[in-house]
């Protein structure tokens, strides 16, 4: 049975398109218009991913809003925000809300089928029993590729999947200096340098919510960042 | 500075200021008119005067008894000429009247009697006789603890005598006008006249006047007085106006002054504050101090602080321009690609292939271009929210040159750069970002097979990092404007396409946030071009 993936856009044009490239993925598309269209149908049978714009026609924030709504019926429900919109800020606040992933709709459409497909497989892959070959373990840090989970000194970091195949990039080889342009690829993103940049400032946050003393990402500058381990 | 005085405010002020001094011209006028109208009363008081004399001594023939002798006695003759001398004499000199004088007791208590201060009276019979003589036209000396006048009268003399005339008296000791005015009264008439005396501002006044018996002439009546009264009166007005009018002058002066100053500092510091508003890449930097005065230098103030505060508004809303236009661009493009990504994926074949890849790059390029655009406010936005810490500038850069010797392997880096850690507050990031910047720029820029030169150094107060190449000079009118949103130096279509000058921005963006400053420069004799930025050390 095909997965149920909702769409909401505002613009026709790129609905239509998003749509027949996720139909032609072998996904059961659901394309809405407006947050109400959206809510009143959602609300009944909840999809299995939802794709949200921010800017939805008259509301600027109506993606931010369906979002929590959706996040309130659902506390799993894998989400994924796509807008034209690149600043911190927009980020911060979509994965506040409960996004598992952010992509601004530079980002072409093999990379928002591969980012779809990691979610899927990340939340499939918690209902199985951990394999150990998709494990990866860096001294305090534990990482499941399958469920796209990371475990910290014993404590879960919730990572979204960009953040964790950042992680994941860095810490397979401790020492090596990753550049921007590798993370990038490795993390199927197409940002600038800036947005590496506050990916990292947030991966670190994150680590450091649950260690104060987290130190394991070093910048290097001028050519990227590092894993060090700490003997 | 006396330039900016001749031309300012409080100068002109003055100037005008100096119609005051007509108050004083036209008080003196008016001096001097009262001065010829009291002359005017003197000189019919005493006529008056000498024809009451005249009068009171006239029918009396046994005051002048008939004189023995002929007319043409010689005795007469010398007696005449003592008269007349006597009558020609200075006030002040002794004359004497020797044997003309022959006084009758009764005349002169006559003359006593009808006699005035400061004037002198006498009687000449038809013989030059002087029958009777009363009163001096010396002065009686001037009453104890007055204050000397002279002092200031006498600095201000020639100043007083430019504005008032005196009236013209004629000078000399002449003997002949008063000989001829009691010639005439012997005659039957009677006359009043003016003459000058040594003291160039006194004049003495006569009045002759014939005495009759019955309708024979008997003798006449001479009445003398000095004008030292009225000259009297007149100094002292003179000296009060001119007190008054000076004072007045002054005080007018010191107030005009005092306010032209302040009003030429309050308008000096708005046009400093003006100046200072703008800088000379037409930013608007500092801002107007209302003082709330209601004048028109207030109004001023206020039309001016909103005039600045609508250029900062556009001023704001160019800089926005770029990122809300970047944003509006995005949702274009990405009609665009997901077309071209959905178009390639029914995996079309030959020539249909090449084009598609062809406009996938351009929007690729274009998309690149559009994140170009928000870069500025991106990165504002960016240094807005994060945190200063202390950080290593000589790492930062070491470790930049290091990632470019490794990006641009086919290129050369001279990296100049202290051995021991230059201490600086702020975000790193940004500042490898500007290094990223000015490196990209001056590798565009130099030639393949010249280095690109980074240096850093510093004075002990700020960092100066410089990144030089030795690329063509850039356009000396270019320099100021090189760091501003939408400027390049770069010919149309060279690089990489997305290039639209904001990296420079990007450039002055973060030295600015780090209390810095970055500028442009040619290095002399065409060698190449430097970028400086300064930024206070931690």
Not at chain 2, 458 to 487: C, H, K, Q, W, Y
């Amino acid at each position: 049975m095909p997965k149920r993936i909702a769409l909401v856009e505002d613009d026709a044009t790129i609905r239509q398109n998003y749509a027949d490239a996720l139909a032609r993925a072998g996904y059961e598309v659901q394309a809405f218009a407006d947050r109400p269209q959206a809510m009143r149908s959602l609300a009944t049978r909840l999809p299995d991913l939802a794709i949200i714009d921010i800017g939805l026609g008259a509301e600027i924030d109506g993606g931010f809003a369906l979002c929590r709504e959706l996040r309130a019926t659902s506390a799993t429900l894998p989400i994924i925000f796509l807008s034209a919109r690149d600043s911190d800020f927009d980020i911060v606040s979509g994965l506040r809300l409960g996004a598992d992933d952010y992509l601004t709709k530079d980002a072409s459409l093999p990379h928002l089928l591969a980012r779809i497909a990691a979610l899927f497989r990340r939340v499939e892959a918690a209902r199985e029993p951990a394999r150990d070959d998709e494990r990866l373990v860096r001294g305090p840090l534990e990482l499941d590729a399958a469920r796209m989970t990371a475990v910290w000194k014993g404590l879960p970091v919730d990572l979204t999947v960009t953040e964790f195949w950042m992680v994941r990039s860095l810490a397979r080889h401790p020492g090596h200096v990753k550049d921007r342009d590798t993370l990038m690829r490795d993390a199927e993103m197409v940002v600038d340098d800036g947005t590496i940049t506050s990916h990292v400032k947030r991966i670190r946050k994150k680590f450091l919510a649950v260690d104060a003393a987290f130190d394991a990402i070093e910048t290097v500058y001028g050519m990227g960042y590092r894993w060090t381990e700490k003997a | 500075m006396r330039a900016a005085f001749v031309h300012g405010i409080r100068f002109r002020l003055l100037l005008s200021a100096l119609v005051l001094l007509a108050i004083p011209a036209l008080a003196a006028q008016f001096i001097s008119r009262m001065e010829a109208f009291l002359r005017g009363a003197q000189e019919q008081d005493l006529a008056v005067t000498a024809r009451a004399v005249a009068s009171a001594l006239s029918d009396r023939p046994a005051l002048f008894p008939p004189a023995g002798g002929e007319p043409g006695d010689p005795e007469d003759e010398e007696r005449r000429r003592i008269v007349g001398l006597f009558a020609a004499a200075d006030p002040v000199a002794a004359a004497s009247l020797g044997t003309a004088y022959m006084p009758s007791e009764e005349i002169e208590r006559f003359l006593d009697i009808m006699g005035r201060r400061a004037s002198r009276a006498w009687v000449v019979d038809t013989r030059s006789r002087v029958r009777g003589l009363s009163g001096s036209l010396r002065e009686p000396p001037p009453a104890k603890g007055e204050p000397p006048r002279a002092t200031i009268m006498s600095w201000l003399k020639p100043v007083v005598s430019l504005i008032v005339s005196s009236p013209e008296v004629p000078a000399g000791d002449e003997s002949k006008p008063v000989r001829s005015q009691v010639d005439r009264a012997l005659i039957g008439v009677a006359s009043t006249h003016w003459r000058g005396t040594r003291d160039r501002e006194v004049a003495i006044l006569s009045a002759a006047q014939p005495i009759f018996v019955g309708d024979d002439i008997v003798g006449a009546v001479v009445v003398e007085e000095t004008t030292a009264s009225i000259l009297l009166l007149r100094q002292s007005a003179l000296e009060n106006l001119i007190a008054v009018t000076l004072a007045v002058c002054l005080a007018a002066f010191a107030i005009l002054l005092f306010f032209a100053s302040r009003l030429a500092t309050r308008i000096r510091r708005l046009h400093a504050e003006a100046e200072a508003a703008i800088d000379a890449q037409g930013r608007i930097r500092g801002d107007i101090t209302l003082t709330g005065a209601k004048d028109e230098i207030g109004d001023l103030e206020r039309t001016i602080a909103g005039v600045l505060g609508r250029l900062r508004d556009y001023n704001a809303y160019l800089e926005q321009m770029a990122s809300r236009l970047s944003h509006e661009l995005r949702t274009p493009v990405a009609v665009v690609r997901s077309s071209l990504d959905n178009l390639r994926s029914q995996s079309p074949g030959g020539e249909a292939r090449v084009y598609l890849d062809r406009a996938g790059e351009g929007v690729e390029r274009l998309s690149r271009l559009i994140s170009r655009l928000s870069e500025g406010t991106r990165l504002e936005k960016m240094l807005e929210s994060a945190e200063r810490e202390p950080f290593d500038l000589a790492a930062v850069v070491r470790g930049c040159v290091e990632g470019y010797r490794g990006a641009y392997p086919g290129r050369a880096f001279e990296c100049v750069v202290p051995p021991a850690p230059v201490a600086m507050t702020g975000v790193p990031d940004a500042f490898a970002q500007l290094l990223d910047k000015l490196v990209e720029n001056a590798l565009d820029f130099a030639p393949a097979d010249k280095p690109v030169r980074v240096v850093l150094a510093t004075d002990g107060r700020r960092a100066r990092l410089s990144v030089s190449n030795e690329g063509p000079p850039i356009p000396p009118a270019m320099l100021p404007r090189l760091f501003d949103a939408m400027v390049s130096g770069r010919d149309e279509g060279a690089g990489r396409g997305g290039h639209l000058g904001l990296g420079l921005t990007v450039v002055r963006l973060v030295a600015e946030f780090h209390g810095g400053s970055a500028r442009a420069m040619n290095l002399p004799e065409g060698r190449g071009v430097v970028f400086e930025v300064e930024a206070p050390l931690a």
